[in-house]
């Protein structure tokens, strides 16, 4: 009896996928439910394909990895088998969907999400969640108005508006999401201030637990058939399991990693250890909060406040003004910076002397003591750089200081999480693949039996797009190169009646270029850190001739079609800076597994981001554009090659004549108008 219910299951399992491909395929027809809901909607070979092998998954801990280029329409290839899942029991599968950042994580859930809802499943039921600093922690809000009578001078009256701000929204909202709080900048000074972190949060012991908006949107999240997270949440949610503090990402059948490019760098940073001074700061902060307003005869909690404030301060001006990263063990050789460290070790053993001997006295005072024992552990181990298995690197902001410890390597880490969940897995990206492969991706995360799939993008490239690389231009890294660049920049521009992207691998070639434009170019010139990334792609988009310089931000997420974007321009191939602590690491890790860290590391990376700029050129069907790559190393160097194989399949040239012919060209609206 036991061996018939036991060769049942997976014959009732096979027909259940069966039936689920059938209903996928038929959604997608000419005819299907999406074409009769969506308007404009057509069916695509390719994303017909890629949601059929989502709904052919065979068991719960099936890998699915799709390269699925632009135009492929992967968004809804993965939303429609998602919603229409079931079980052997008839119950609508869970599935988390996690994107590469907030901005794509609000677009997902606010524009594509209902419309494929509506048509295909709109019973289900679905759920936004977002990190905890995104949401307003009343318990810090009350907080901070006990204190604010005493704001710092020198922004006493910036922090008082912002305040009432906050207020009068705090007395509307219904959800908490600060998203909602569009008066204030993104870099709002008060908004640490309302907000908790994994460090100050009270859980259950909180006052305010019962109406914390953190706690309703975890239960809304608990209760939908879809939840739409980003993977910075689900990495910190990962590791809170991994650790005992509890979840805010539930249980699910089914992940889907949009942009899932990123997933490999987000996880290292997660399965990282690291303290910033700010959290230093923070506790300064409340230690010096609880003396001045609930436990004014400890004295010592103000004067460890103010030592751990300067402690942090110290350790941060140790360095340079100006952002930097390195190696943190080359940066403890130095004898000041080692006293620095150990004061601030002797400063977190007095808090947690102090802190112990009052447990229980205050529930915010207990925290603040699990807080010191946390940071001084952490502390310990980034200060014992001598340990292997671990790349050890710092980075700083204009205030901050962060310390690291990464893996190098989370393959391990990463398919043991994997295995212990009982989950399905789909990792989706329109650049995943070098040269066809998908080595590079899936060693990284230890995805060894994943099943992949390359789908091509249906557009023409070889008729809507060209690629161009200039002759005589100075070596990447030679002084003359930004003038090289802006001159070229400058004659293709006057022959484009369209927009024009300008990406850069650093900030120091867009800003030299910047000057070198300005006064020469009569178009509107747009440049990254003027304002908000959002504001810019208006500005950019509505002018429609538009000249956008920008960084790393602009290589990938931007989405503008038509004429407006018809010309991107990029300066040099986009390998990471070799001093790079983190890839350090990995060329590190790939030595010792006997492999050519240049051939498995540097070129695999930079392929894939030379990728995603590429992709901003050509958006659908319509467009027309020229990818401009100055760099001679794609044609002198042997490994050329990899990165022009791994490029759509469009026309090349080196004749500048011809690019500004085609730039010429009308487009199909001309024609018909």
């Known amino acids: 009896m036991t061996r018939g219910v036991s060769s049942a299951v997976p014959q009732q399992t096979s027909e259940i996928r069966s039936a689920a491909t059938v209903a996928v395929t038929q959604v997608f027809a000419e005819q299907g439910r999406l074409s009769q809901a969506i308007e404009g909607f057509q069916p695509r070979a390719a994303q017909v394909q890629m949601a059929q092998a989502i709904a052919q998954m065979s068991s719960d801990s099936a890998v699915l990895v799709v390269e699925a280029e632009t135009g492929t329409g992967k968004t809804f290839a993965y939303l429609a088998p998602a919603l229409m899942a079931h079980n052997e029991h008839g119950e609508r599968k869970k599935v988390i969907v996690s994107t590469g950042t907030k901005n794509l994580q609000e677009q997902l859930f606010h524009r594509d999400l209902p419309r494929v809802r509506e048509a295909l499943a709109p019973d289900a039921i679905v759920a936004l969640l977002k990190g905890r600093s995104n949401y307003l922690c009343l318990h810090r809000m009350q907080q901070f108005v006990a204190q604010s009578g005493r704001p710092d001078p020198s922004v006493a009256i910036q922090l008082q508006y912002e305040a009432r701000v906050v207020r009068h929204w705090a007395n509307q909202t219904r959800s908490g999401d600060l998203g909602e709080l569009t008066e204030l900048p993104e870099d709002a000074m008060i908004l640490p201030q309302i907000t908790s972190t994994a460090d100050n949060c009270l859980g259950r012991d909180c006052p305010d637990y019962q109406d914390c908006y953190l706690v309703k949107a975890r239960q809304e999240a608990l209760e939908a058939d879809v939840v739409v997270v980003n993977h910075h949440l689900f990495f910190a949610d990962a590791v809170l399991k991994d650790t005992g503090f509890g979840e805010l990402i539930p249980h699910a059948d089914l992940v889907v990693f949009d942009e899932a490019h990123q997933v490999p760098d987000i996880a290292s940073q997660y399965f990282s250890e690291s303290l910033n001074t700010r959290q230093l700061a923070d506790l300064a902060q409340d230690l010096r909060l609880l003396y001045s307003t609930e436990l004014k005869d400890l004295r010592q909690l103000g004067q460890l406040g103010d030592q751990l404030d300067k402690s942090a301060k110290d350790l941060r001006l140790q360095f340079g003004r100006d952002p930097e990263r390195g190696n943190w063990r080359e940066q403890k050789q130095r004898s000041a910076l080692q006293q620095d460290c150990v004061r601030l070790a002797d400063i977190l053993d007095t808090a947690q002397a102090v802190t112990k001997a009052a447990l229980g006295r205050n529930k915010t005072l207990d925290q603040c003591y699990e807080r010191i024992v946390l940071l001084k552990a952490r502390w310990q181990q980034l200060n014992h750089t001598e340990r292997t298995g671990y790349s050890f690197w710092y980075e700083t902001s204009p205030r901050q200081l962060n310390v690291h410890q990464t893996p190098l390597s989370v393959a391990d880490k990463f398919s043991s999480y994997m295995q212990s969940q009982s989950m399905q897995w789909v990792f989706t990206s329109a650049t995943l693949a070098v040269h066809g492969r998908f080595d590079h991706f899936t060693q990284r995360l230890g995805l060894a039996s994943a099943q992949t799939l390359v789908l091509a993008s249906p557009f023409d490239y070889a008729s809507q797009a060209l690629l161009y690389l200039p002759r005589y231009l100075p070596a990447p890294n030679d002084p003359k190169m930004a003038q090289a660049f802006a001159t070229e920049a400058l004659a293709l521009i006057e022959h484009n009646r369209g927009g024009t992207f300008l990406l850069f691998t650093s900030y120091r070639m867009l800003n030299q270029v910047a000057q070198l434009l300005e006064g020469q170019c009569d178009r509107l010139l747009l440049t990254q850190g003027s304002t908000s990334k959002r504001e810019l792609l208006e500005q950019f988009v509505d002018a429609g001739d538009a000249v956008l310089l920008g960084t790393s931000s602009f290589w990938e997420g931007v989405d503008v079609r038509g004429e407006a974007l018809s010309l991107v321009m990029i300066d040099k191939l986009p390998f990471a800076a070799p001093d790079d602590p983190l890839l350090q690491a990995r060329i590190e890790d790939c030595k010792l597994r006997g ?41 002198q160097k042997d490994y050329a090659q990899t990165f022009v194989a791994s490029l759509p399949a469009m026309q090349r040239t080196r004749n500048r004549q011809r690019v500004c012919e085609f730039l010429a060209q009308p487009t199909d609206s001309d024609i018909d108008n």
């Open 595 to 635: 492999q050519n860290p240049f051939q498995q590391v540097q070129i695999p990376q930079a392929v894939i981001s030379l990728k995603q700029g590429a992709g901003r050129l050509i958006r659908d069907a319509f467009d027309r554009g020229v990818l401009v790559v100055c760099d001679n190393r794609l044609v």
